[in-house]
């Protein structure tokens, strides 16, 4: 069975780099049409998609977040990661990993499993 | 504001029916792209409970179900039950934004 768990600092200060890695369990990384992504949920507010990466290259990113994201597999950790940079107040919330998966192309994908989420606070 | 527009929140006794909407626009939902939709109990990570518009994972009660029409799709939960109070979420992908998307949210109160 899938598991995906996230890790990394829970406290990071303003304008400095977000960095959070997903450990992937039970599965390849490189599993064939699979997309490991991320989705983070601010505090009492909905969710919002901060971008995927096919597990042999191709990333999607939201507009919003694209100029300050990057995420990045390691196929021999089985594990892959997010870097945010330049962060703020507003980049506060709790950080979710997901696997994406999708039968009849890319823009199909829905998210599962999840990981049990991360609270990242972005504070001085 | 979100790309998809849910109802902020729906309310039901228990074993009635309930929906919630997921209103979309011509460059996501009203475009074909499948519609999936999530359960959240408070507190914990968000559960797949609908793939590809009316698709249910393994272990999903039958209670529930999704459909889809136009720029429109809904969650239906039949024979409400305490446990199913939670927050439901929709999701798509939008072609204008090249993005994966999800509605605002609906808090499910169970009466």
């Known amino acids: 069975q899938l598991q995906l768990q996230e890790s990394g600092p829970g406290l990071v200060k303003p304008s400095e780099t977000l960095s959070l890695t997903c450990t992937v369990s039970?599965?390849?990384?490189?599993?064939?049409?699979?997309?490991w992504g991320w989705i983070r949920q601010p505090p009492g507010k909905g969710l919002e998609w901060i971008g995927s990466?096919?597990?042999?290259?191709?990333?999607y990113y939201t507009p919003s977040l694209k100029s300050r994201v990057a995420i990045f597999v390691d196929t021999s950790k089985n594990h892959f990661s997010l870097r945010l940079t330049s962060v703020t107040a507003a980049d506060t919330a709790v950080y979710y990993c997901?696997?994406?998966?999708?039968?009849?192309?890319?823009?199909?994908?829905?998210?599962?499993?999840w990981g049990q989420g991360t609270l990242v606070t972005v504070s001085s | 504001q979100s790309v998809l527009t849910q109802p902020p929140s729906v309310s039901g006794a228990p074993g009635q029916r309930v929906t919630i909407s997921c209103t979309g626009t011509?460059?996501?939902?009203?475009?074909?792209?499948?519609v999936h939709w999530y359960q959240q109990v408070p507190g914990t990570a968000p559960k797949l409970l609908i793939y590809?518009?009316?698709n249910r994972p393994s272990g999903v009660p039958d209670r529930f179900s999704g459909s889809q029409s136009g720029t429109s799709a809904s969650l239906a939960i039949t024979g409400l039950q305490a446990e199913d109070e939670a927050d439901y979420y929709c999701?798509?992908?939008?072609?204008?934004?090249?993005?994966?998307?999800f509605g605002g949210g609906t808090k499910l109160t169970v009466l």
């Open positions: 997901v696997r994406g998966i999708t039968i009849f192309g890319v823009a199909g994908i829905w998210f599962d499993p």
């Open positions: 039970g599965d390849s990384i490189s599993s064939s049409s699979t997309y």
């Open positions: 990466v096919y597990s042999i290259g191709s990333t």
């Open positions: 011509r460059s996501n939902i009203g475009a074909g792209y499948d």
């Open positions: 590809g518009n009316n």
């Open positions: 999701q798509s992908y939008d072609s204008s934004l090249s993005a994966w998307v």
